[in-house]
């Protein structure tokens, strides 16, 4: 069982005086957050809304122009190398530059000419547990890059670039909300984000006492891809079903309860099962904005079980190891709320805890996991922080 309480603070400096030890100079510093979806799972690509916020993992990068078109990167926490050049963007067998380079593509595509760099980064998300340490990345890469040329580019044209370098050069199909709560993250707020319009709304939460723990199951199911291509295609087999009754439906979003119950309940359970979910995902998202703006934490707390629910036995996207953990805290009184985190069959669980609990919990959970699954679980304790700034 491994707790992990590594200090931010820590980072940056030594992250700063590995450039200065390599580079020489004085260079700039951004900070780009890691993000956790507190509620509003597999809406996103169903026009609907998400509950991101941006957290106190974030990745450092130090960062100074060079005179010519050369890429100088050095990853200080895998401690690892790479050159390169601007006019000559191909994927690394590093992979980690990729999510670099795909950014100044993209910056390249929409007519931007930055030079040459040099650069340090590192800090403190856990790669690949579904904390986007990747998104947390390109925001760093092109903040840094805006920064250092001078090019005065709008916060969502930046998001905008950064899912496309995500899609085009690493060739990973994500939507926005990992990019989107990176940047726009704020202190003690979750963002209500519309992913039919981008339209969002910052929801104030007050945390006093509380803190997020994120526990890794250690797993990712081989199911999880094709399985989420398959939720895909069932959500859109629903809606084209629908709209053979109603006008002007295009997505989920615009799909009532009443309609599913109408049309798909009888003919197609399967399908009607998946459908629900995603209307009523949406619709206890934004009950569970009610419940903040109220500053009732644990009613809020119910629905992120509710959630987990209906993703477990409606939308069937969890697995016996998240299910073993949301199980196991759902009668603990210092837990308000908990439920699986992301696409499903593996990652983590996102739990809302009161401060004090917090280890003992931890040590508890981190027993009985090993026990009954024979694996070892990892918790992350986060809090809600500002997004992606220069230090
Ligand atoms: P997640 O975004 O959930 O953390 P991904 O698989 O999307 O997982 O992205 C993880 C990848 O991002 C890593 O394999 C690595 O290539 C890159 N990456 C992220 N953070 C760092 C870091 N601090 N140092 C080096 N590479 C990183
Ligand atoms: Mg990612």
């Not at 295609?233 to 109603?246: F, R, S």
């Not at 049309?263 to 995902?281: F, G, H, N, Q, T």
């Not at 009668?331 to 917090?358: D, H, K, Q, Y």
Request: proline content about 3%.
């Amino acid at each position: 069982m491994i707790l992990s309480k590594v200090s931010d603070a820590g980072i940056a400096p030594q992250v700063i005086e590995k450039f200065k030890s390599i580079f020489g100079g004085q260079p700039i510093v951004i900070r780009s957050p890691g993000r956790v979806n507190l509620i509003g799972e597999h809406t996103d690509y169903n026009n609907g809304f998400v509950l991101p916020a941006a957290i106190d993992k974030a990745i450092y990068m130090a960062i100074s122009p060079r005179k010519d078109n050369e890429l100088h990167i050095f990853s200080y926490d895998l401690g690892q190398d790479y050159r390169g050049s601007i006019d000559e963007l191909k994927n690394s067998s590093l992979h980690w530059p990729d999510y670099i380079l795909g950014v100044i593509q993209q910056l390249q595509n929409s007519g931007h000419r930055p030079g040459g760099f040099n650069c340090v980064f590192g800090g403190d998300i856990p790669l690949g547990a579904g904390l986007s340490s990747s998104a947390a990345l390109e925001c760093a890469t092109v903040f840094a890059l805006n920064t250092l040329f001078g090019w005065r580019l709008e916060t969502n044209s930046m998001v905008k670039l950064e899912q496309r370098a995500e899609n085009e050069f690493v060739g990973v199909q994500c939507g926005i909300m990992d990019q989107f709560a990176s940047m726009f993250g704020r202190k003690g707020h979750v963002i209500r984000l519309d992913c039919r319009s981008l339209d969002y709304e910052y929801v104030p939460f007050n945390m006093e006492g509380i803190k997020i723990v994120l526990l890794d199951t250690n797993v990712k199911h081989s199911l999880a891809s094709s399985e989420y291509n398959t939720r895909r295609k069932q959500c859109e087999q629903g809606v084209k079903t629908l709209q053979e009754h109603y006008e002007g439906i295009e997505s989920l979003r615009d799909v009532t309860i009443e309609m599913l119950d109408k049309w798909l309940a009888a003919s197609d359970p399967l399908i009607y099962r998946r459908c629900k979910y995603v209307v009523e995902e949406n619709t206890r998202l934004l009950d569970a904005c009610l419940d903040l703006e109220k500053g009732e934490l644990r009613a809020f707390g119910r629905k992120m079980f509710g959630s987990h629910e209906g993703l477990s036995n409606q939308y069937e996207v969890s697995c016996p190891e998240l299910d073993f953990l949301v199980e196991h805290v759902k009668e603990v009184p210092s837990v308000l709320g908990a439920r699986m985190m992301g696409g499903g069959f593996g990652g983590c669980t996102i739990n809302l805890v009161e401060e004090e609990a917090i280890e003992g919990l931890v040590e508890r959970i981190g027993d009985a996991y090993s026990r009954a699954m024979n694996k070892e679980l990892k918790a992350y304790v986060a809090q809600i922080e500002q997004g992606t700034s220069m230090l």
